[in-house]
């Protein structure tokens, strides 16, 4: 249930960011992935903002509740929470010349309008790799981070090889985000 916010370019690359949809006009490939988990609110303990919770397979958990939850008085044993992690990587091929992007948000918290606590935590960053190998036969790549760091990676789909070259600048984000909503006890 607790969102892990930790971003690793090395497991990003070695997790597939060349394994999603293939790359279209503009030379993007994204890749997301989804889950869902709803727990049942069985304690809460306002004094120190802990609130327990129940998930359908019976695991509990406590959470502390930060001052960034501004609407923690309206939670109530019995409550359902209903926590949806995204995961997503996107990827930009950038040719030589070519200005790097934007740098984004690297947090940000959106509050869902209403009585009842909610909303999303989102995280991203956002690292600039240079392409050193190529093998569409074998399906790698070889690349290296701005630190120095050479990382060799198997790609799934090949064809998100097709447009790829040596030197060219791979400009790879990551977003993890978790939304929370709360469903009033019936």
């Known amino acids: 249930m607790k ?3 930790s971003v690793h370019v090395t497991a990003i690359i070695l997790g597939g960011v060349l394994a999603a949809t293939p790359v279209i006009a503009q030379k993007t490939v994204t890749q997301k992935k989804v889950s869902k988990e709803t727990a049942t609110i069985t304690a809460i303990n306002k004094a120190t903002r802990t609130v327990t919770l129940k998930n ?10 930060g001052p ?4 923690f008085d309206a939670l109530k044993v019995g409550d359902k929470v209903t926590f949806t992690h995204t995961e997503s990587v996107v990827y930009q091929i ?6 790097a992007p934007a740098a984004p ?3 940000e918290i959106t509050r869902t309008p209403g009585a009842t606590p909610g909303g999303t935590i989102t995280e991203r960053q956002t690292k600039t790799v240079r392409v ?3 093998d569409k036969k074998e399906a790698r790549i070889s690349v290296r981070t701005a630190d ?5 990676a198997i790609v ?9 070259k040596i030197g060219d600048r791979l400009d790879i984000t990551y977003s993890e985000a978790v939304m929370i909503a709360v469903e009033p006890a019936k």
């Open 105 to 107: 948000n690297p947090l």
């Open 56 to 65: 359908t397979d019976g695991a509990v958990e406590d959470l502390v509740a």
């Open 94 to 99: 950038r040719k030589p010349g070519q200005a």
């Open 132 to 134: 050193e190998a190529v």
């Open 3 to 5: 969102a892990k916010f």
């Open 68 to 71: 960034e939850i501004v609407r």
């Open 156 to 164: 799934d789909d090949k064809k998100n090889l097709n447009d790829v």
């Open 148 to 152: 120095g760091h050479g990382i060799t």
